[in-house]
């Protein structure tokens, strides 16, 4: 019947909100997430290098990831605006990941976010739930200069909405 579908679909969707609420992580190896921050850290500084060594070719030849003076294999385009927002992306990065900058979170005042190199470096249990809704992330809370989302809004514009591809193709 249905009245019977439309219950199938609520038990669907209670048992997501279930599988998404018992999201608990507990902190065995506080170590660990120390070598994941600096790990990522490390990610950035090696996508520096990449660019330097991409932008230092003067050769068109078969190119992967092709500076913008080069043709890709690929047949999509790399110009100088998408650099230098990716290079953007990258500072923007490093910057809320060593506690420079805090993130936004949608119940902190416009002056408070989180400090996330404190989440990685001073871990807590995780409940997504709990994150999402804030109580778990006010211990990371602090009032400083917030990472902004212009930087993310100028990724959007220069790669034309396909942020994410080019995130896959470069990394």
């Given at each position: 019947?249905?009245?019977?579908?439309?219950?199938?679909?609520?038990?669907?969707?209670?048992?997501?909100?279930?599988?998404?609420?018992?999201?608990?992580?507990?902190?065995?190896?506080?170590?660990?997430?120390?070598?994941?921050?600096?790990?990522?850290?490390?990610?950035?500084?090696?996508?520096?290098?990449?660019?330097?060594?991409?932008?230092?070719?003067?050769?068109?030849?078969?190119?992967?990831?092709?500076?913008?003076?080069?043709t890709?294999?690929?047949?999509?385009?790399?110009?100088?605006?998408?650099?230098?927002?990716?290079?953007?992306?990258?500072?923007?990065?490093?910057?809320?990941?060593?506690?420079?900058?805090?993130?936004?979170?949608?119940?902190?005042?416009?002056?408070?976010?989180?400090?996330?190199?404190?989440?990685?470096?001073?871990?807590?249990?995780?409940?997504?739930?709990?994150?999402?809704?804030?109580?778990?992330?006010l211990?990371?809370?602090?009032?400083?200069?917030?990472?902004?989302?212009?930087?993310?809004?100028?990724?959007?514009?220069?790669?034309?909405?396909?942020?994410?591809?080019?995130?896959f193709?470069?990394?």
């Amino acid at each position: 019947s249905e009245e019977g579908g439309d219950m199938d679909e609520m038990d669907e969707i209670a048992d997501l909100i279930a599988a998404v609420h018992l999201i608990h992580w507990e902190p065995k190896d506080a170590e660990r997430l120390k070598s994941a921050h600096a790990r990522l850290l490390t990610v950035i500084a090696q996508g520096r290098l990449t660019w330097e060594a991409i932008n230092a070719e003067m050769d068109d030849d078969h190119e992967w990831i092709p500076s913008a003076r080069q043709t890709s294999v690929t047949g999509a385009p790399v110009s100088p605006a998408m650099i230098e927002a990716w290079s953007g992306v990258l500072d923007e990065t490093e910057a809320v990941l060593e506690g420079r900058l805090l993130a936004p979170h949608w119940r902190l005042p416009a002056d408070r976010g989180i400090n996330v190199r404190r989440a990685f470096l001073e871990p807590r249990r995780f409940d997504l739930i709990m994150w999402i809704h804030g109580r778990d992330a006010l211990p990371y809370s602090e009032e400083g200069k917030i990472s902004s989302s212009d930087t993310w809004r100028q990724l959007t514009r220069v790669y034309n909405g396909d942020f994410l591809t080019y995130a896959f193709w470069f990394n």
